[in-house]
Nanobody, 121 residues
Framework: QVHLAESGGGLVQAGDTLRLSCKASGQTFASYVRAWFRQAPGKDREFVGAIKWSDGTTHFADSIKGRITLSRDVGRNTVYLQLSSLKPEDTAVYYC??????????????WGQGTQVTVAS
């Protein structure tokens, strides 16, 4: 099992850039893909982006392309999400997930507890 710990959330202003971290520990060799999802109040958990651990290949949700960057630090076993030009509609709990890939939450076995991001207008 993989333990994931997100950090970096909080209250930010519209137009700012946000950087979230997700550090993994445990049996990470099985976590071929690390992904980010987000869930706004009253809405379903939605895919934000994913990065393939072996080579850093990324895949992003169409709705967020152009504003998102994913990177990884192999030595620190950490994935970073950078989201720019923040909008109030980016307000959500952001979750890190690990698994074999895909864009549906059910395709990921391990999840972090989430970090709240609130974008003030």
């Amino acid at each position: 099992q993989v333990h994931l710990a997100e950090s970096g959330g909080g209250l930010v202003q519209a137009g700012d850039t946000l950087r979230l971290s997700c550090k993994a520990s445990g049996q990470t060799f099985a976590s071929y893909v690390r992904a980010w999802f987000r869930q706004a109040p009253g809405k379903d958990r939605e895919f934000v982006g994913a990065i393939k651990w072996s080579d850093g290949t990324t895949h992003f949700a169409d709705s967020i392309k152009g504003r998102i960057t994913l990177s990884r630090d192999v030595g620190r076993n950490t994935v970073y999400l950078q989201l720019s030009s923040l909008k109030p509609e980016d307000t959500a709990v952001y979750y890190c997930a690990a698994g074999r890939g895909g864009t549906a939450p059910g395709q990921y076995e391990d999840w972090g507890q989430g970090t709240q991001v609130t974008v003030a207008s």
